[in-house]
């Protein structure tokens, strides 16, 4: 038997109904469900807002028609059955209008992650996130990593993982891939890490 066979399982709309009420009562929480396991996400601090900021500067100048919402909920994991709060997605401008608080994936192009400094970032987001994302069929996971100083491009998405994933220190080129062909330019990172 599996871990997850284990555990009790929540409804999705359970979840959501759960996440609703504790945005409601407790400003700045914001809870995700990965893997049938409820999280609280990190309030970002001041450089994780400077690097969405810079990312969002790089792909306003090479895909205006694309904007990088922050902060969206979306359907995540096989079945749509997770909830997740990517730091950013790339997605058409106007992708998300008339949805709720957990959109549909399909046009995301990219989704983006940058690292907090809570004990559990290393798992959710080299772990879980991928797998998650790669689930959905987002082509492009960008994950910046600040304790370790590295950007991670993840693509190629083959439902249960990703066939392709780059890394390169701060201040090295990366290329986002297909569909995005951006290239990321990573030595102003440096200015944003502890």
Same mark, same amino acid.
């Given at each position: *038997?599996?871990?997850? +066979?284990?555990?009790? @399982? *929540? &409804?999705?709309? /359970? ?12 400003? !700045? ?11 609280? =996400?990190?309030?970002?601090?001041? /450089?994780?807002? *400077?690097?969405? +900021? ?12 694309? #904007?990088?919402?922050?902060?969206? %909920?979306? =359907? ?15 997605? $058409?401008?106007?992708?998300?209008? %008339? +949805? !709720?608080? #957990?959109?549909?994936?399909? $046009?995301?192009? *990219? ?5 907090? #400094? ?11 996130? $991928? ?5 959905? !069929?987002? $082509? ?15 693509? +190629? ?14 201040? =090295?080129?990366?290329? &986002?891939?297909?569909? &995005?062909?951006?290239?990321? @330019?990573?030595?102003? &990172? =440096?200015? #944003?890490?502890?």
């Amino acid at each position: *038997m599996t871990v997850m +066979q284990d555990r009790p @399982h *929540m &409804l999705t709309e /359970d979840f959501e109904a759960v996440a609703r009420i504790a945005a409601r009562e407790r400003e !700045g929480t914001r809870l995700e469900f990965i893997d049938g396991v409820i999280r609280s =996400k990190a309030m970002p601090d001041g /450089d994780h807002g *400077m690097i969405i +900021q810079w990312l969002t500067r790089i792909c306003m100048q090479h895909r205006p028609e694309l #904007w990088l919402h922050s902060g969206q %909920g979306i =359907k995540a994991q096989e079945y749509r059955a997770g909830r997740a709060i990517p730091d950013a997605v790339l997605a $058409p401008a106007e992708a998300f209008v %008339g +949805q !709720g608080d #957990w959109v549909e994936p399909d $046009p995301i192009l *990219m989704a983006v992650e940058v690292t907090s #400094w809570d004990s559990d970032t290393h798992r959710r987001d080299h772990v879980e996130k $991928p797998r998650a994302y790669a689930e959905t !069929g987002i $082509p492009v996971y960008l994950l910046i990593d600040r304790a370790k100083c590295e950007i991670s491009v993840y693509s +190629q998405p083959s439902g249960r993982r990703y066939e392709s994933t780059r890394i390169v220190a701060y201040g =090295k080129d990366i290329e &986002l891939p297909d569909p &995005l062909g951006i290239t990321l @330019h990573t030595e102003a &990172l =440096k200015d #944003w890490v502890r």
